[in-house]
């Protein structure tokens, strides 16, 4: 549930007035304007060219799609034009980027900035009290008003164990400044968490007090800001609920989340990805376990049902229980016993085992609705049958491959691989792109410094679904070629099964080698689990012996601390996969070295990859060189461009994929290095060619 269907358009006085948004743009960024002159930032004719075409696609509600290099500042150049737009018309500006890292940067440190330039003049100060807010998920936010009926309802709703939980959020609410699930440490067990979050229509302005509860204040907030900050993953998931349309103004309203809005998608090259697996079908073990033990527990004899439902109701939840764990049994032994991920490509491959104990809890629950009086029970009940509904939709899709226009698969996840999911995805995400963003008849601004593929931004103005954008692609201001030294090795082994075993020994022996060799820190990126953890085996003892800080994605740390310790340790070396190749900031000596390791092309395996290409190939396209390779491309820029994140950083690239010499598609990789030149190096000559910057 996400439950923001208010009208969240913030407050004007007289009306919406002429916008000056492109006028004042061209002036702040300018060299004699408020950013040189009283805040003595450095003058970028990158930005400043930015500024002035997203400030005219937002005057104009257009599509733009524009690329702009590592230091151009594109934060700013997206939040001053928005922030004066959305002040002058009365609109808001929605912001989603892809990592929290740089929701956190445009948090405290942009909009703050922005603050400062509004500040600078008269005829700024207008803007200068603009309100902003993050948008999180409901679920995230503790709601006073259900901890206190769950407290009271203790007995009927909790174990012994669960009430000693269920304390230490009460406790915990007593200090809590945002009520925000993150802020807990220990987190809470999800089980309590769930009877006491915001994810639930007992908590709304009809039964909660916004002075009181966490997310009804975050909510009025959001009526009244006139930037929200969200990520990529919530914003399609508010789209899924209905975004703007469903805000009751019918289907012609513009906007894509909120009637009037218009949006910045930033980190924009990961859109096609998080878009893909927000349209489609997520539905596992583990959620159907826990939406109907929330009714009733077997364990515990707690639940909903025990105090509202009976003796029958309850049996109704303990055949579901059982007929779910016949079904993903099912599922698990006689579809994901060879592989983990399994593509699904005839229907009924299953007995819907569950849609006649489902179907009798929905009619059920229904039926115990309808004898209670209107207030918060009675719409809580409503609730579960509408979950309930929505568990039964979802298992007769996957049975059925209800989409003509997806792809199905089971995969099995979790520490011990237990947890059997059911997904689909769109096998096209551009039509859902083109309806639900393009289609909006308000301003869309795509921005990153990796759109391009190839040189040219329309492959993925394609896959957007964004025909006819603008596009716009400007340079890094930074000086590549004195501060970036990149080296090729000549001699790695070509992927092959029956030299696995010896790639992996040179690919520890290089490794090992250049990091030994440059001072501050190294990221080296993966494209397989297994492989770097086998070549951690290889050389963590060497590096603790040696004192040398080494950090390992899926240890102990997540993607962040990992980060964080990175920037503190300054020497340290980092291995990380697929969520490191992008996102990660870490300027100055702490990061000087970026190893990649094998180029990042997607398996061809994965439902999805294999069902897009049979797609390209079904209209007489060829799958490597309009989707595998665009996207390695784009990936692989990302990885390089974690390295110089300013003008003064100096750092190495050591590519350890000798396909970049020996196959032709390898020109398109090195023509995408922002240095330019390269050079190459084999075991019997590294020790003279390889020199890092002192």
């Known amino acids: 549930m996400i439950g923001l269907h208010d009208d969240a358009r913030p407050p004007t006085a007289t009306g919406p007035k002429p916008t000056r948004v492109r006028e004042l743009t061209l002036d702040i960024f300018s ?17 400043a060219q930015m500024a002035g075409t997203v400030a005219t696609a937002m005057r104009d509600d ?15 150049a997206y939040l001053i034009p928005g922030i004066i737009h959305a ?20 948090e405290q440190k942009d909009l703050p900035i922005c603050r400062k330039v509004f500040k600078t003049s008269a005829i700024l100060a207008p803007y200068a009290g603009f309100r902003s807010t993050v948008l999180v998920g409901k679920s995230n936010y503790l709601c006073p008003t259900r901890l206190g009926h769950a407290l009271a309802d203790r007995s009927t709703l909790f174990a012994d164990a669960d009430y000693d939980e269920l304390q230490r959020l009460a406790k915990w609410a ?4 945002t009520g925000l699930r993150h802020d807990l440490k220990p987190p809470p067990r999800p089980e309590v968490w769930d009877a006491v979050n915001a994810d639930s229509s007992s908590c709304s302005r009809k039964h909660c007090d916004e002075q009181k509860c966490h997310y009804q204040r975050a909510r009025a907030r959001l009526r009244t800001a006139q930037v929200v900050i969200v990520n990529h993953a919530l914003l399609f998931a508010l789209i899924n609920a209905g975004g703007a349309r469903a805000h009751g103004a019918g289907t012609d309203t513009r906007g894509v989340l909120f009637p009037d809005d218009f949006l910045v998608l930033d980190e924009a090259h990961t859109v096609p990805e998080v878009a893909t697996n927000s349209f489609g079908l997520s539905l596992s073990s583990y959620g159907v376990d826990r939406a109907l033990k929330y009714l009733f527990n077997p364990r515990t004899k707690r639940g909903l049902l025990r ?7 309850q049996q109704l939840v303990l055949d579901a229980l059982e007929a779910s764990r016949q079904f993903f049994a099912f599922i698990a032994d006689k579809i994901l ?18 849609d006649g104990p489902l179907g009798a809890l929905h009619r059920l629950i229904g039926k115990l609705a309808d004898k209670l009086e209107d207030g918060r029970e009675h719409d809580e009940m409503l609730e579960q049958q509408q979950r309930i509904k929505g568990l039964q939709a979802g298992i007769t899709e996957w ?14 996840s979790g520490r011990k691989q237990t947890i059997v999911t059911l997904r689909s995805a769109p096998i096209d995400v551009a039509p859902e792109l083109r ?13 990153s410094a990796t759109l391009a593929m190839g040189g040219s931004i329309d492959p993925l103005a394609s896959r957007l679904g964004a025909d006819g954008a603008r596009a716009v692609a400007v340079k890094s201001p930074f000086d590549f070629e004195r501060n970036m030294r990149i080296y090729v090795a000549a001699d790695v082994p070509l992927p092959s099964p029956k030299e696995a075993k010896l790639a992996l020994d040179i690919l520890a022996d290089y490794i090992g080698f250049c990091t030994e060799r440059v001072r501050g820190g190294s990221l080296v990126l993966f494209t397989s689990y297994a492989d770097m953890r086998s070549v951690a085996l290889a050389l963590e003892p060497s590096w603790r012996e040696a004192g040398r800080p080494f950090l390992l994605q899926g240890a102990d740390l997540s993607r962040t601390e990992l980060a964080h310790q990175m920037r503190t340790l300054g020497n340290a070396v980092l291995f990380g996969t697929d969520s490191f190749w992008t996102g990660v900031d870490v300027p100055g000596t702490a990061l000087s070295q970026v190893i990649v390791t094998r180029l990042p092309f997607d398996p061809p395996t994965h439902p999805i990859t294999e069902a897009q290409c049979e797609h390209i190939s079904g209209a007489g396209g060829n799958p490597f060189n309009e989707l595998t390779l665009p996207d390695a491309l784009i990936k692989f820029r990302q990885g390089i461009g974690r390295l110089i994140r300013n003008k003064t950083d100096r750092g190495v690239v050591t590519i350890l994929d000798s396909r970049v010499l020996a196959k032709t598609y390898g020109r398109e990789f090195l023509g995408s290095l922002p240095a330019g030149g390269y050079e190459r190096m084999d075991r019997t000559d590294r020790e003279r060619v390889f020199r890092p910057f002192p």
């Open 174 to 177: 007593e200090t809590t400044k």
């Open 87 to 106: 002040t002058d018309q009365g609109r808001q500006l929605i912001v989603s980027t892809h990592t929290i890292s740089l929701q956190e940067q445009i």
């Open 62 to 76: 257009k599509a733009l799609l524009f690329e702009a290099g590592t230091g151009v500042g594109k934060s700013l």
């Open 31 to 47: 060299e004699a304007g408020a950013l040189c002159e009283s805040l003595h930032l450095e003058h970028r004719p990158e930005q």
């Open 307 to 313: 105090k509202l439902g009976g003796a029958p109701a």
């Open 435 to 447: 309806q639900h963003l393009f289609g909006c008849r308000t301003s869309v601004v795509c921005t």
């Open 337 to 354: 016993t060879p592989r983990p991920i399994v593509r699904i490509r005839e229907s009924d491959v299953a007995e819907p085992t569950l």
């Open 399 to 412: 049975l059925t491959l209800g989409d003509k226009g997806h792809v199905y698969w089971a995969e099995r």
